[in-house]
């Protein structure tokens, strides 16, 4: 079956459900396709037990339509998973755009035919559709990482991915023995909910992370009166920010202009206020950083008993921020508890996955269940998944064999009208990825109108374009402590392989904003236009 549509919008998850309106409203035919089965997105896949989003709701939730904001109520200043999912859904509903998704459908393969000027999309349903500009909302973080451990496959107990958690979650973990392997963010999470119903848990934890306070609870009703009385102005300010937020609370003293005493009673504050990452006003500067990540780590210790185990738990290889920092109010403590035991991987590594459970240098330790929490091919692995041709036939695989290439985040040389939002060189997961759904797909639909406007069918950044953004993705990564010096999947060091760049422009929201628009309003001199 064939068709032809203006906008196709692959993924429905916070920037495919936007997408898809957007073109609604400016009068473009749409298509929709997404692999599950809902939309939600990242919010569908990662429905493991404890998961929840660390950035405040009211941050993380879309603006444009003031009746959304008012309309919906979030029970948690953190929601949980369900409650996002739940949001995501509502928020489709009222847009009137589920009826233009194809659900539980793979795109496999893109295509750019130059002499209609149209992309060929392929679908796993047999499908093919061409379109005009083709919006790829595949989000950073979907492609979830292969183990790079033997064995896998052999082990003849329950195997989970904390990436694609049963939505039917009838996982039943009571009274067995579980292995979680990963302490990022998601196993740090889901940690604490194994170990109320399994009777061993073992965290096979290869790197340790930071973990501070989160900021859940009930939802402050003064805070949701001031959103609810001017959404619009909460949306302008969010994009006049550095992280596409406005954090609840600030540091507004220098680190540089205090004494030690002073320091140290700011960073007591800033604890209790739940703000350490922002402690101080120069908390980029990494004499400052390194005092935030000392003080992080001395509360890390006072929280686990066992001397040996607060030691492993706290991270000393890299600076906080470095990589993503985790949140939990009860992760540590629940090393506290006698059934619950840390192996600590760079002294005791995983020799391989056996069919009774893991083997590792020091010991057989047979299990029932093993959960994954080892995270994903961030940034690129999504775009991979797909079998994208440009200009030429050439495969983005070609095109970005040594790292991503790209301009502002969202466009490729060689890919006329192929958007990425959230993709890499964007301040994607490093900033408010709600306010980024939002600021990309405006962009991108600013740009479709201009183009229709100018007469213009096509475009695609120049190459020197391109060249100039990878070096002011680096300038501003080379201010950040720890981006440049740490193994992260920031820039791809998860990925036995991978080329190692760092994938996250950050120089703040509001940088990244104004740079879009002053393309737009200058004509596009980033850009090759064509036709
Ligand atoms: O994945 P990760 P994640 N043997 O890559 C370990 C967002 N998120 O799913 O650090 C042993 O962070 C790996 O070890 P190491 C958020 O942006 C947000 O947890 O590479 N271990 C690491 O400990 C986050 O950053 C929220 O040495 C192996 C872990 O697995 C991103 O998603 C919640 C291994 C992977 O951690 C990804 O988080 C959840 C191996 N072979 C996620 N391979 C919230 O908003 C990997 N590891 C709260």
């Not at 941050?59 to 949001?87: K, L, P």
């Not at 185990?309 to 890299?318: E, K, M, N, Y």
């Not at 506290?336 to 035991?341: E, T």
Request: proline share 6%.
């Amino acid at each position: 079956m064939t068709s032809q549509v203006d906008v196709v919008v692959v993924g429905a998850g916070f920037a495919g459900i936007y997408a898809l309106w957007q073109a609604r409203q400016r009068g473009l035919s749409v298509r929709g396709f997404e692999r599950g089965s809902d939309v939600g997105g990242t919010w569908y896949w990662n429905a493991y037990p404890g998961a929840r989003c660390d950035v405040e709701s009211y941050n993380y939730a879309y603006f444009f339509d003031n009746d959304i904001v008012r309309q919906w109520n979030w029970s948690d200043a953190c929601a949980g998973q369900a409650e996002i999912q739940r949001y995501l859904r509502f928020v489709a509903e009222r847009c009137e755009v589920v009826k233009d998704i194809t659900f539980n459908t793979r795109v496999q393969a893109a295509s750019f035919d130059e002499a209609k000027g149209m992309w060929v999309v392929e679908t796993s349903n047999g499908e093919t559709v061409s379109c005009r500009y083709l919006v790829l909302a595949i989000g950073a973080l979907s492609d979830p990482k292969t183990p790079d451990i033997e064995g896998v496959a052999d082990f003849a107990g329950e195997a989970y991915f904390t990436s694609s958690w049963p939505r039917d979650r009838k996982v039943g973990l009571r009274g067995k023995r579980v292995g979680v392997i990963g302490t990022g963010s998601s196993g740090v999470q889901v940690i604490p909910e194994v170990a109320k119903v399994a009777s061993e848990v073992h965290v096979f934890q290869r790197t340790a992370n930071y973990v501070t306070p989160t900021r859940g609870g009930p939802m402050d009703p003064r805070l949701v009166a001031g959103l609810r009385e001017d959404p619009q102005a909460v949306r302008q300010a969010f994009r006049e920010s550095y992280g596409g937020h406005v954090p609840l609370g600030m540091g507004t003293e220098r680190y540089t202009e205090l004494d030690e005493a002073g320091r140290q009673r700011v960073l007591q504050e800033a604890w209790e206020g739940n703000y350490i990452a922002l402690a101080f006003r120069d908390a980029y500067l990494p004499e400052a950083n390194a005092a935030i990540s000392e003080f992080i780590r001395q509360r890390m210790r006072e929280q686990v008993n066992d001397p040996w185990t607060a030691d492993h738990l706290v991270p000393w290889d890299h600076p906080y921020g470095g990589k993503r920092p985790c949140q939990s109010d009860v992760y540590l403590q629940t090393f506290n508890q006698p059934h619950v035991r840390l192996i600590a991987l760079p002294e005791t590594p995983i020799e391989r996955v056996t069919p009774e459970g893991i083997k590792t240098s020091a010991a057989m330790i047979p299990l029932d269940v093993i959960i994954y929490a080892t995270g994903f091919d961030a940034i690129s692995g999504p775009v991979f998944a797909i079998d994208i041709k440009g200009i030429k036939g050439r495969s983005m695989r070609e095109t970005w064999a040594d790292g991503p290439l790209n301009y502002l985040g969202t466009m490729v040389h060689g890919f006329p009208n192929l958007f990425l939002p959230s993709s890499a060189m964007s301040p994607s997961v490093l900033s408010n990825m709600a306010t980024l759904a939002e600021q990309q797909v405006d962009f991108i639909f600013d740009t479709i109108e201009w183009l229709d406007e100018h007469g213009r069918p096509q475009l695609h950044p120049r190459a020197d374009a391109q060249v100039f953004w990878r070096e002011e993705t680096l300038r501003y990564a080379q201010r950040r402590p720890g981006a440049l010096t740490t193994k992260s999947w920031y820039s791809g060091a998860n990925i036995p392989g991978k080329p190692r760049m760092f994938m996250v422009y950050c120089g703040g929201f509001k940088r990244y904003n104004e740079t879009c628009y002053r393309e737009l309003a200058e004509g596009f001199p980033g850009y090759e236009l064509m036709g």
